[in-house]
């Protein structure tokens, strides 16, 4: 009859085999079909109804590696805590502070954006920052499909002149570009701004009582 040490001297072989077995390995899966891994994962979990719940912790602030001892670049938790900068979800460490995994695409937020709506306004936003008028993009409504994208200022407000020298006796001209608006019409003659009103998509007429004579410089400001 073998004895109580020979089988506690087996299980420790048995045992060193299948860590040195699983140590060597390159890869590893943990969940259904072990044996069939992705050749580019080193770590593979696979389940039909069971999910992989990150380390849930209680940070303290965005720059307070807290509870761990120092920040470590790629580390991955979720915190529970609301305090100071920091609330529930996702964090990983960059190397130097905490960086909240948003979900919306609108990047860190030091203040609160609201978008909201009530029977008054269909749609508003409140706790936006002041921009520059110089570089910042406009947003522009598609007025078919409704899709909302970005254009440059510039490319938006186009403003383009035209100066003609008159006719004795002319009181019509034509403008820079297509008439949609006569409000964004402005005429000068001699630089002193004059009405006009719009004869068709393309030609303007001075208003009521002003002939040109002979040289008269008719400048015309249209945008667009």
């Known amino acids: 009859m073998k004895s109580k040490s020979y089988y506690f ?3 420790i072989s048995i045992m060193a085999v299948v860590l040195s077995y699983v140590g060597g390995m390159a890869q590893a899966k943990i969940g259904d079909n072990p044996t069939v891994i992705d050749p580019n994962s080193i770590l593979e979990l696979e389940s039909p109804n069971q999910g992989l719940l990150m380390p849930r912790i209680s940070l303290t602030a965005t720059t307070n590696a807290a509870p761990l001892t120092t920040h470590i670049a790629g580390m991955t938790v979720y915190n529970t805590a609301t305090q100071n900068d920091v609330l529930p979800g996702y964090y990983y460490n960059d190397g130097t502070k905490w960086v909240k995994v948003l979900t919306s695409g609108l990047g860190p937020l030091n203040t609160p954006t609201v978008i909201g709506t009530s029977p008054t306004n269909t749609l508003s936003i409140t706790g936006l920052g002041s921009g520059n008028p110089l570089t910042d993009e406009i947003l522009t409504i598609d007025p078919v ?3 909302i ?4 200022t510039s490319a938006l407000i186009v403003e383009e ?3 003609h020298v008159a006719a004795g006796g002319q009181t019509q ?3 820079p570009m297509p008439i949609t608006d006569i409000d964004k019409i402005n005429v000068y003659r001699n630089g002193a701004r004059i009405g006009a009103t719009m004869v068709n998509t393309t030609t303007i ?3 009521a009582g002003v002939i040109c004579v002979p040289d008269d410089e008719i400048r015309i400001v249209q945008i667009k």
């Open 161 to 163: 002149q035209i100066l």
């Open 173 to 175: 001209f034509p403008t």
């Open 9 to 11: 001297r087996w299980a």
């Open 205 to 207: 007429a001075l208003e």
């Open 149 to 152: 994208s970005k254009s440059s």
């Open 145 to 147: 499909t409704g899709r």
